[in-house]
């Protein structure tokens, strides 16, 4: 399956081992840049605290960071994705090296993640 727009989501899910709400809060972040939890919890139609334990898992897996207590903001998409598929194959005990889909996340991503924070 080739990585687009439309299923960018799910090939997160599948080729990092993220949840269906992680893709989601980290798509979010990539175009919108730092969000507070409240409004994230709005635009995704979450609780704060849904909102808040997603983004905590995100910070753990490596994709994003939290600026203060309440807000956040998802690391560079190459950087982001790179950093959870080096620890997916640490935890799925597989050799790290080259995946394509990955790659393509980022450089797909690259894009969005540039535009808001230059607006």
């Known amino acids: 399956m080739a ?3 439309d299923n960018v989501e799910q090939v997160l899910e599948s080729e990092l081992k993220i949840a269906k709400e992680e ?11 730092k969000l507070d939890n409240i409004k994230a919890a709005r635009l995704l139609n979450w609780t704060v605290d849904n909102t808040d334990r997603v983004a905590k898992s995100l910070v753990n897996k490596g994709m994003i960071i ?3 207590k309440t807000e ?6 190459r950087f982001a994705v790179t950093n959870r598929y080096r620890n997916r194959c640490v935890e799925d005990n597989m050799v790290f090296k080259k995946n394509l889909k990955v790659d393509n996340i980022g450089i797909l991503l690259e894009g969005p993640y540039n535009d808001a924070r230059t607006k």
């Open 3 to 5: 990585v687009n727009m």
């Open 23 to 33: 893709a989601e809060l980290f798509v979010l972040l990539i175009f919108n840049g």
């Open 72 to 77: 956040y903001e998802s690391l560079h998409p």
């Open 66 to 68: 939290d600026i203060t």
